[in-house]
């Protein structure tokens, strides 16, 4: 019924590859003028940024390390899961896989509860300087802890360094007269968080995209090792080029994003 | 993916390809993983767009040559409500501005994202391609399958944007921000392209893949036709493009959905107030990225054009093509080239001399390569026996057509005769010669050409012949004097032109080129109505009536699921016309000569 295609499992012998390979690179060539895209508009939109947050102010360090190690670890395994693959050892691969798809599950729970983190933190814009704390301020920052069509109770950060000191933060009342804006740090809130929201979102939706694949691989598509060994080798090692480029964009991102 | 490893459907099943058992018509003809049958659904669904774009231009038409006058036939149509909320294109019989703007953003989007792009290379590249490599399929049958059926919800996600509350997208085909950002019916026109963007990204990484891996024994790469080659570089330019264009447009559709401010400058008012969006952003942003996939797409929408020109002149003058191998080395040349010109588009923003002076020199260097490529075709006319058929005509007319498009191009390349020329009816006179009467004739050369190949049929000459010099002389009458209206001062987009002096002027113009676009409608009947009854009524042929050399000719007419009945291979290069000392005038590269 099917047409038999060349290449399709043996190596092509000027390249040297099979097909799945040198189309997974020519899709990682294409992925990589899509970030590009999207990092030289960071660049530029950064540069022309009159102010421009340090990533490490607002956003969660120490999360974003666990997620890079988590990532990086899913990597190693993928390699794994294909060197046991290539050793014959089927059922010793699948458990390399099992634990890259968690690994990848992992990382998306750490960004679900730091994007919600995010949706949970406001930032208040005064019409004119006000006093909070002893000091006059036209912004500031924290958590809404009741909220009413007249007023906020607005609990602001402690100040940078001074996490220690509970007591010192009350919660403060706050007109909504007062208010010229109010925003959380959702991607409206400036074009830092646009810039975050839209590259680690895109990466998110890279790594959803892995899960599937592996999971197939892992379910339904396992069944490719009894009737064609080397394919299903094949199909893994394309996976992992893909799941390494996944892999690397979030190498860029965690310094672009949170460190500078 | 399964493909050729069907050995466990049963001993019944005889491995050679071609003696399969027969699909029903679901699998044969709709979801089909044939590189034909797909290559059919994009030549027709592409045709039928095209179509639908020119019918579109034809409204803007009327209003451009009887501003304010009631459109006659679809008038009452269009100024229907048809819900509340509904964008009207029209009230009372008479085109609105949006209305206007509206057409004028989809015809242009249509004809280039959902017309000629999935005619040149979803239908032409996927039909013919394979065959003229001596291949089975494409290498990723399902994958092929796909991008045509990520396409379709594409292209009729745009369509149905006419009927969605706020309309359909109103910004140009360009849609620069902020207009876009703020315009009604911009999120369906974003949503489609990121469909079109996937599928031309399916469909490159296929073809790239199958030129490098399924090449028949013996076709080497320099003998290869120059349609494949053609083909190879638009693939390239497709799959690293357009993804630039994907990230844009995910950061519009951020700004319109989310509120974010990626395009949206601050300090901006709209309608008399200050705009919801916080600002930062850059508008030069977007064109940027826009231009960075625009500018190699007007490559991809020649290259395949060339490429069929060459093979119908190559078969039609008898001889070898001229040059081959510079024609090669000049496509691979100018798709490289083709990344570093976007900002030729972008004189008028206020950028720095030195980077405008780069742009511009990337843009006089560019041109070399087309110029190259162009004149190898003309010298291959030279000393040939022309056959004068319907494919040869439209080839031969796209020369001249061609040049004048790229010879007009230069003064827009230029930063000082920019000036004076952007944003005209130049620029529309001269994109238009390069795409219509160039890239569309070399469209119309290969139905013609190929149509026997993938029906088994002749399509009728003298219905040809009356199809082409009509729409020949109407073209030019169409496009010349939008060049001279340009100049004249007349800007583009604008809705009724009387209201500048300008404008004025031209009115006799607009209402010369309307008429001939709706002649030229009329003309196009002929073609309709013998692409369809030649696929009952024309001539049967056999696997080669053209008396061509390359590898598809070698396939039975119609060819069977998995094309060849005995596996081809390449003996020599693809265009030996009338080579010395033999009785026929072509040698085929799959002929084996007897020693």
New interface residues.
């Given amino acids: 019924?099917?047409?038999?295609?060349?290449?399709?499992v043996k190596p092509?012998p000027v390249?040297g590859i099979a097909?799945?390979k040198?189309?997974i690179w020519?899709?990682l060539?294409?992925?990589v003028?899509?970030?590009?895209?999207?990092f030289s508009?960071y660049i530029?939109?950064r540069t022309?940024?009159?102010t421009w947050p340090r990533g490490h102010d607002i956003l969660s360090v120490p999360l974003a390390t666990l997620n890079t190690a988590v990532l990086i670890t899913s990597s190693v395994t993928m390699v794994m899961a294909w060197a046991q693959l290539m050793m014959g050892n089927f059922s010793k691969g699948r458990k390399y896989l099992a634990v890259t798809l968690s690994l990848a599950c992992v990382f998306l729970v750490v960004k679900f509860f730091e994007y919600k983190d995010k949706f949970h933190h406001y930032q208040v814009w005064f019409n004119t300087p006000t006093m909070v704390a002893g000091h006059e301020v036209t912004t500031i920052t924290g958590h809404i802890e009741e909220k009413t069509d007249d007023f906020i109770k607005f609990l602001p950060d402690p100040p940078k360094g001074h996490k220690a000191e509970a007591g010192h933060h009350e919660p403060i009342k706050i007109e909504t007269s007062q208010i010229k804006r109010l925003s959380n740090y959702?991607?409206?809130?400036?074009?830092f968080?646009?810039v975050y929201?839209?590259m680690t979102g895109?990466h998110g939706l890279h790594v959803i995209g892995g899960i599937i694949v592996i999971g197939y691989l892992l379910g339904p598509g396992a069944k490719l090792w009894h009737?064609?060994r080397q394919?299903y080798i094949n199909r893994i090692e394309n996976t992992g080029l893909y799941w390494h480029f996944v892999d690397l964009v979030w190498i860029f991102l965690f310094p672009c994003l949170y460190l500078i | 993916?399964?493909?050729?490893?069907?050995h466990?459907?049963g001993h019944a099943?005889d491995?050679h390809?071609h003696g399969?058992?027969e699909?029903g018509f679901i699998r044969k003809w709709i979801f089909s993983?044939?590189h034909k049958v797909i290559g059919m659904q994009y030549t027709v669904t592409a045709l039928v767009f095209l179509f639908f774009g020119f019918t579109l231009m034809m409204i803007m038409r009327w209003q451009l040559a009887n501003p304010g006058h009631v459109i006659p036939f679809v008038g009452s149509m269009l100024s229907k409500q048809l819900y509340a909320g509904y964008m009207n294109l029209a009230t009372e019989g008479v085109l609105l501005p949006e209305g206007y703007n509206a057409l004028g953003a989809m015809h242009g989007t249509i004809m280039v994202f959902l017309g000629i792009v999935p005619l040149a290379v979803g239908g032409f590249g996927n039909f013919v391609m394979p065959l003229q490599i001596g291949?089975?399929?494409m290498?990723?049958?399902k994958l092929n399958m796909m991008s045509y059926w990520v396409f379709l919800p594409g292209g009729l996600i745009m369509l149905a944007s006419f009927f969605m509350p706020g309309g359909a997208a109103q910004s140009g085909w360009t849609s620069y921000a902020p207009l876009s950002v703020i315009n009604p019916g911009q999120t369906a026109w974003l949503v489609g392209m990121i469909f079109l963007i996937t599928s031309s990204?399916l469909g490159?990484?296929?073809f790239?893949?199958t030129i490098?891996?399924?090449r028949a024994p013996g076709l080497t790469m320099f003998r290869l036709p120059f349609f494949v080659w053609a083909q190879f570089v638009t693939a390239f330019l497709l799959?690293?493009?357009?993804?630039?264009l994907?990230?844009?447009g995910?950061?519009q559709l951020?700004d319109r959905l989310?509120?974010?401010?990626?395009f949206m400058p601050s300090g901006l008012w709209v309608s008399g107030k200050a705009a919801e969006w916080?600002g930062?952003?850059?508008p030069l942003?977007w064109q940027h990225?826009f231009w960075?996939l625009a500018h190699p797409e007007v490559y991809v929408l020649i290259l395949p054009a060339m490429g069929i020109v060459a093979e119908v002149i190559a078969n039609n003058t008898r001889k070898p093509l001229w040059g081959y191998r510079s024609m090669v080395y000049a496509a691979a040349f100018l798709g490289f080239m083709s990344f570093i010109v976007w900002a030729h588009h972008m004189f008028m923003t206020g950028m720095s001399t030195k980077i405008s002076t780069f742009f511009q020199t990337t843009t006089m260097i560019i041109s070399i390569p087309s110029v190259i490529i162009l004149t190898a075709l003309v010298i291959s006319l030279w000393g040939g026996s022309i056959r004068f058929n319907t494919p040869m005509l439209f080839a031969i007319a796209f020369l001249p057509m061609f040049a004048i498009g790229g010879l007009t191009g230069l003064p827009l390349g230029l930063t000082s005769s920019d000036i004076h020329l952007h944003d005209t009816y130049y620029v529309i006179g001269h994109f238009h010669y390069v795409v219509a009467p160039g890239t569309i004739f070399g469209m119309f050369a290969g139905i013609y050409y190929w149509y026997p190949k993938a029906t088994g049929r002749m399509m009728n000459e003298t219905l040809g012949k009356l199809h082409f010099w009509p729409t020949f002389i109407c073209m030019n009458c169409i496009f010349f004097p939008m060049l001279i209206q340009g100049m004249m001062g007349l800007s583009r987009r604008t809705y009724d032109p009387n209201i500048y002096q300008a404008g004025l002027a031209s009115l006799k113009l607009h209402k010369m080129i309307s008429w001939s676009a709706w002649i030229m409608a009329i003309a196009q009947l002929p073609f309709i109505f013998n692409f369809f009854v030649s696929m009952f009524a024309g001539k049967k042929v056999t696997e080669n009536p053209w008396d061509s050399t390359t590898l598809e000719w070698a396939a039975p007419s119609p060819p069977p699921?998995?094309n060849f009945l005995t596996e081809p291979k390449a003996h020599r290069d693809p265009y030996v016309y009338s080579p010395p000392g033999r009785k026929d005038d072509f040698l085929p590269q799959h002929v084996v000569l007897e020693v």
Wanted: glycine share 8%.
């Fill in positions: 019924m099917d047409v038999a295609i060349p290449c399709q092509h390249t097909n799945g040198l189309a020519l899709f060539a294409s992925e003028m899509l970030f590009g895209a999207l508009s530029l939109l022309n940024a009159e959702g991607p409206w809130h400036s074009n968080f646009a929201f839209t895109l009737r064609d394919f | 993916m399964s493909a050729g490893h069907s466990d459907h099943h491995d390809a399969h058992h699909l993983t044939d291949a089975p399929d290498a990723f049958p990204l490159s990484i296929n790239i893949v490098i891996h399924m799959l690293l493009a357009f993804p630039p994907e990230a844009a995910v950061m951020m989310a509120g974010t401010s990626f916080v930062g952003g850059s942003l990225l960075f699921h998995g």
